[in-house]
């Protein structure tokens, strides 16, 4: 197997850092300092930083460099508002075309979810991925490429905002997620979309409980 070119190995790299918390928002980020830390040169930093600029991780910062994009309660709510408009759909279309094979993979996440309750961030990413496998099953590339950029970013939440960490490992979470697994199974599209309506709302309950603004799509 061909390894991977090192930009793009240089850019999974830097976004997962980015994604994680370990480059904070509002960081700058120069070059060369990116280039010494991996061991490259600034040529293949210069590829990347221009890709994650494109796809909003970074802002390009005249005669500076670039900065990791700022989070804070706005972003987040806009993020939840484009998940509202989409998951509902996703899950109403992976209920009507989802095979067991798809049922027994979302199982398995969510089995993998109800172990690690006891650490929020290893939850946050089986909930993850749970979501990302109902929107791969909806079947509609356009609408799951919008919703992994949006779970990308709710993980960024997760890790730089710890206020929200605490859904993660709630008993109504892992219900939730099994009410819509069950939905799904039954071929139910509806009551699936239902399901994931109601479970972004709690999500959203508790962002606002950490000074998250309500409205709009949520009411």
Avoid: C
């Avoid at 979309?193 to 972004?200: F, G």
């Amino acid at each position: 197997m061909k390894q991977p070119a090192l930009s793009e190995r240089l850019r999974t790299a830097i976004r997962g850092k980015i994604l994680r918390g370990e480059y904070q928002p509002g960081r700058l980020v120069i070059e060369s300092d990116l280039a010494e830390e991996f061991g490259v040169s600034k040529t293949p930093v210069r590829e990347v930083l221009q890709l994650l600029a494109a796809e909003g991780l970074v802002t390009v910062l005249s005669k500076k460099g670039y900065m990791v994009r700022t989070m804070d309660f706005e972003d987040v709510r806009q993020i939840m508002d484009v998940r509202m408009l989409l998951e509902p759909y996703a899950a109403d279309a992976a209920a009507r075309t989802g095979t067991e094979s798809v049922v027994a993979q979302l199982r398995e996440i969510l089995d993998r979810q109800r172990k690690l309750q006891d650490q929020p961030l290893e939850a946050m990413a089986a909930a993850q991925q749970f979501h990302t496998e109902v929107a791969l099953a909806a079947g509609n590339q356009r609408v799951f490429e919008m919703l992994s950029k949006m779970f990308d970013e709710t993980a960024r939440a997760h890790h730089v905002l710890p206020a929200m960490q605490r859904y993660m490992s709630s008993d109504q979470e892992q219900a939730e997620h099994d009410a819509i697994l069950a939905a799904i199974e039954a071929g139910d599209g509806l009551e699936a979309a239902e399901r994931m309506r109601q479970h972004l709302k709690s999500i959203n309950v508790e962002m606002r409980s950490a000074a998250f603004g309500s409205g709009g799509l949520w009411d």
